[in-house]
């Protein structure tokens, strides 16, 4: 640890070095934001010319109060007394709630802590924290962690096999393994193992010890117990509503095979004239213009967004609970239905006690799923953003289409289903692990691959040849004739 | 039906709002126009903003005869009376030629049709139009349906499977199926079914009901029996040269893995350089010069525009139909062939009476294809466009490279189609659909696939990863010797 | 050849026309590229144009030494005599040292060489060349072509297949297959076959016939023997800075699914945050200012440039040895190891005398690699990039990961290596060639495609979902699992 007099040459050289800095910093910052400038000017300069650049580090919390409303970036309903009079800076935001967190330390004689949450955030924000922790994304590690299926795809798929003469051996998934790809979206539980000592360019200091750290998953659960990480979407440290509003900020997660939604809404026409036209979007404006800000939807614009007409007319809610103009669930499982009513969607129960939203056959659970009259009420709320530029025709034509393939893509999973248990009944794999065989791996990618993306490209408007060749009928329909082939060679054999 | 009162009223709510709107619309509209406006301002603002923006909406037609020929982009040989004085609007388009139009019905006392065709286009855009019904584009419906042996391809492809043991039982496709997929790109059959009421903001409204609506594939066959939708590249409601121009447009269909134009192109060093400069082209200027509005090219330049040196001398004339500088038909089919003379490729015959331009074995069908001479003139005609940036040398290795690979392509798929003949003559598969089984499969994927991208690869000056390992030369090879390997287990047996 | 009477006309011409024109040409050329512009910028204006909006163009060599050298885009200790006063033009790098290229020829007059290469680029650029001709990349073709494995995989995958029944029968690959798969970016070797006459819009003209022309992979074999083609990423004719930056510029060679670099960028945030911020980068200046010009880093802001605080404390030191900041070797061959020494890697041999840097089972070989103290000095400038937006803790937490993820790929890769051994002694495939069995393609995607995708994606700070399904690890573990059912069958037989 440093002691104030090294802490204080330190600060004495940054302060003379900054003279000679071409790079303009924020004045109403707090001092204790000012001194974590002073040093980190130096030590991590990117972040702080990124901070630098964004709203948070020109604009006082309060001035939001003295524009309408429906411009506002904030939800709280009134300026946070603490931040008044300065932007929001280093130590506003790393220097929160400082009993709440495990991770706290001292640092140069400031307590704060590494890692910042939706508890942090909800200083500012509490209406966008809430909406967030009733979603799905908020849930996302729970979901897969305590679904004791799910785990058991995640272990398959993240462990290994060793040659053990005659037979592969199954190896389990390491904490990495879990890290590098299931958890590195859903989330990883970041813990505090202690304290250990890191050389840095001001000598050998001692931070806190953290345990599947780094990780900016949506449902990541932090030190300090709270569920999501704000940066998935508005990344560290501009945290701004551009980059939320960018399809690409989304594709981190939603690419192809399991949930292509950005590989679809890139081959379909609003998709071909985001690439085309998004220089000329203003992306900044809050609330969002139809027709005038953008042209053409990016996934915000259906989903998240704030979007209105030029005279402020609301043609769709802003959301933090991303399913919340949603109806019916298309990914992440084998059969479609109705979306779920509580974001922990690990808590449902199938009608054969499965922790699933349907059956095996597709029967959908008698608990927990969104009723047919708040379905309804939910395409209300989407078909108003489509209106935007579409007429109801239009509209009507699209969903009718979206129905049938909806029901299409069940049947078929539910033929690939039959061929499942039809070669676990001739012994051609065992269903003890539905993951970890031959005949199961196409199966699954029957069901979490291609009726996944068939369903996806209905949906967002069509995506023709991905849904043909790349990932879809295609494929689907060659997967089911691969499967006959393996259940019926077995057959053959006896 | 709304009464003219519930109109009136409307309109006068329209009128007044518009006072407190920020959004400019243009003033030399038609009054049919001005009412459209009015109303759809607030209920589909989206799409008239969008149209605020374009040319269109600012331009009147005849202010094009005041500049040289070479910088128009109208084809009609003077302004169209009908729209002098008028800038073009949204009555232009959707009220045009009345009688001609299934779709034409009465909407708020104003006679109009929902879908817009070329017909209607070619009142300021003859030559297009003209160029464009010669093409292969405008005849992709036919294509498809008029071909006895791609019909089935399409069905096979956007079918299914239903398990009933001992055996997989084939499921036809449905049309909403078939629209998703292949006639998602090459256009749906847009028919009036009658009238149907829908529900908008202004209350009940009949309107046409149309069927396999919404679609803009590039050969929709119209409720006015033409063929095409100028907006598959042009999309509503800005009609503009630039989104047409940008290699996003063609990629929404020229998509791998079947037609891997877009990802080829964008593994190129021409597709690399236009993610790198494309903000700081002019994608706007008719005619377009080489070098300086742009300096590498798009799919447009090579293809379709009218490029030209900073003298406006002419590389390459404009033309709709998009094969016009093509000589040599890469993908599609099992063996190239020679560029067809028709765009209505399926009233070819190979020497087999099949539909098709080459037999199985790859022997070109004696009549409807380019002859020697025309295929050397428009090579011609794509070399004097290289030759703005490559010299004669450069282009010439270029080629006789593609020659080469042409025919080495060509090869493999004969061994593919020997490897499958023979699996039907043990018995492996059966010819009647030589689409739906494992063999076939494989067998379609070695041209549909991959010769067709190692083809591509080639002619678009080099995609080599692309070609190697993502779709080329490996896949292909591996393919096969997995044909092998089924024929020859079969033979086995016996 | 022309006569100079011919010449002369042409050039009166020229002259005559370029007063029509709107572009400005740099007035500061030499007196011979001049006479190459007059007539170029008619016969192939899209280059010259290029060239013209070029710093080359614009910037006489001596006025770098005007300015700080940490700004120098040159490297040559003084200004190059013999283009003092003048811009670099067509000339200037067409004409230099004649006598050492194989191509040069008379062309109009002048004494020019087609392909120029580093040696001419060296006149100003000499550290740049010379680290370049240390790495991988100049060593691309030789490390193909001169290791006999390589050469075979190589042969193999570029090659083809006849059915002579009962068997396909190996087709050896052409000098053109080779050069549109593995040679596109490793480079071919130009040779020049005598002289040839071309048609050009001046008439017939005489010039070099280039074998194996045009290309421009990394490790080209030039007509003077020079290594490298400078243009793979500083395309011409602009030779720009910006266009080496950008990400785009390395993804021409470095995709999926064999060096998925591009891609795995792509779904990371860092990708994720470049397509959504470069319009807003300064992709010129230098050195390159960290958080100011780039919030976000590229493939060059990590390996190759030069990155400065804003006050021009180095992060990361200018390399065109791209390999410089690396210590383990991730892909490209079945196991990980220390980087090598010398960038020609056919050089190295392992313990079992192969021309590998491990055995087959992954042992590393005795010499030619990385100390581990080497390999440490290595991670510490690569932390010092990383350091600039990011704390220790957050990039020790990263390479600690990463260091599991590496050991867990060599320990899968062990697995399907002990499968196609098990293969070879049951009989299921002949080692001979262990590139053209179906066993051994399942052997080479397990290493070639997954294993280096997992590290991949892992050592460029995550693309979870790539890592998982796309190319990851579930697709390794199904690999291993068919590999098992392919050596497993065959055992069952007998």
């Not at 005659?166 to 990883?188: F, M, Q």
Request: charged share 20%; with cysteine; aromatic share 8%.
């Amino acid at each position: 640890m440093k002691t104030p007099l090294v802490l204080a040459a330190a600060l004495a050289a940054a302060l003379a070095s900054a003279e000679a800095s071409g790079l303009d910093l924020p004045k109403n910052v707090s001092d204790e934001t000012a001194a974590c400038l002073e040093c980190h000017r130096q030590y991590t300069p990117g972040i702080v010319y990124d901070w630098a650049q964004s709203r948070h580090a020109w604009t006082k919390p309060e001035a939001a109060f003295d524009k309408p409303a429906i411009t506002r970036r904030i939800s709280a309903p009134k300026p946070p007394e603490a931040f008044r009079g300065k932007v929001v800076g280093c130590f506003e935001c790393h220097g929160q709630k400082t009993g709440t967190h495990a991770d706290t330390f001292d640092h140069m004689g400031f307590s704060i802590h590494v890692v910042v949450t939706p508890k942090d955030c909800e200083t500012c924000h509490p209406v966008e924290v809430s909406q967030y922790a009733q979603g799905k994304k908020a849930n996302a590690y729970d979901n897969l962690a305590q679904n004791a299926l799910f785990s058991q795809l995640v272990d398959t798929v993240a462990g290994g096999w060793e040659w053990k003469d005659p037979h592969l051996v199954a190896v389990r998934s390491t904490p990495e393994s879990r890290w590098e790809t299931c958890y590195g979206c859903h989330g990883t539980v970041v813990t505090v193992r202690g304290m250990t000592k890191v050389q840095t360019a001001m000598g050998e200091i001692e931070v806190p010890d953290l345990a599947n750290w780094p990780n900016q998953g949506v449902g990541r659960v932090n030190p300090d117990g709270s569920k999501g990480a704000c940066t998935s979407c508005h990344a560290r440290h501009g945290f701004s509503i551009e980059d939320a509003r960018h399809p690409h900020t989304c594709s981190q997660c939603h690419l192809e095979p399991d949930s292509p939604a950005w590989n679809v809404y890139r081959d379909s026409k609003h998709g071909n004239l985001y690439e085309v036209r998004e220089a000329e979007f203003d992306w900044e404006n809050v609330p969002w213009v139809i027709g005038r800000d953008f042209t053409v939807p990016t996934c915000a614009a259906c989903h998240m967004s704030l979007v209105v007409d030029d005279k402020n007319t609301v043609l769709g809610q802003r959301s933090h609970d991303f399913g919340a103009r949603l109806w019916v669930r298309i990914f992440g499982l084998p059969y479609t239905h109705p979306q779920p009513l509580s974001g922990a969607t690990h808590t449902l129960r199938n009608t054969d006690s499965q922790p699933l939203p349907t059956t095996f056959d597709g029967a959908p659970a008698a608990q927990g799923l969104l009723s047919p009259e708040d379905q309804a009420s939910r395409k209300v709320a989407m078909t108003k953003v489509c209106n935007g530029c579409h007429n109801r025709q239009w509209i009507e034509g699209h969903f009718r289409r979206f129905d049938v393939t909806v029901k299409e893509t069940d049947t078929l999973v539910r033929t690939a289903t039959a061929l499942m248990r039809e070669g676990w009944k001739r012994g051609v794999a065992d269903p003890k692990n539905p993951f970890d065989e031959p005949l199961e791996h196409l199966w699954l990618e029957t069901w979490l691959f291609y009726a996944n993306s068939i369903r996806y490209a209905s949906a967002m408007t069509g995506a023709p040849d991905y849904a043909t060749f790349k990932n879809g009928w295609w494929n689907l329909n060659n997967t089911l004739k691969k499967m006959e082939a393996a259940v019926t060679r077995e057959a053959e054999k006896r």
